[in-house]
């Protein structure tokens, strides 16, 4: 081999070695984000669901949160979306779920004039808020029921109180939120192995095309 053409290929080499390197430890640390997908059940309850995010910004260090990038919880009258809520860790262990909702339903019914025991109007107002805290589960409900006589509301044009019934109902409750991993889905990168010989095969297309032209 010419002594010119040593020093050349020694760097030709040495470059290729180094950008393998920056790859595979590049290739390394993005190894390690993924998908997680926990299911969660609220203990004595209906409610349960599941939730997904991506672990990629954690650093293992201290106290940490990240956004829930879709999930729900289900049970009772309705359900709610989980996407926005926060998972929070500790020292890059998952501690919990911080999430809250509710919903307020109000059902009206005017039953026909001729209906047993007299007609009637008739509202159920319905009241739910909730929320997860790590792995405890509060919600309060507050349900109201109005019946108001539907002849005088028909006679009057409006709603009158002077023959009605108000019933109201307020629950509270608290319960422990236990959490399962059931999936954990890696983040599709480079494997280090395949950009780093993807980078030899090129410094050596590179090497062959010098030796040629400095042949000619």
Known sequence: ????????????????????????????????????????????????GFFKLN??????????????????????EKYYNLAGATASFEQGDFRGLFARGGYNVIREYISPPDEPGGAFYWVHEIYESWSIGFTYYSSTNETVHRKINYQSYIEDGSIITDSYEIYSRYITSDAHVSYTLVDTEPEPVPEPLTAGGTALALAGLSWLKHKKKMAV
Request: hydrophobic share 40%; aromatic share 6%; proline share 1%.
């Open 55 to 76: 672990n990629s910004s954690l650093t293992g260090i201290g106290f940490e949160s990240i956004a829930v990038s879709d999930g729900r919880l289900e049970g009772g």
């Open 1 to 48: 081999m010419c002594q010119k053409l040593r020093p050349r290929l020694g760097s030709a080499i040495a470059s290729t070695i180094l950008s393998y390197a920056a790859v595979s430890l590049a290739g390394v640390d993005q190894a390690q984000a993924a998908v997680l997908t926990y299911n969660f059940q609220v203990e004595n309850s209906s409610r349960s």
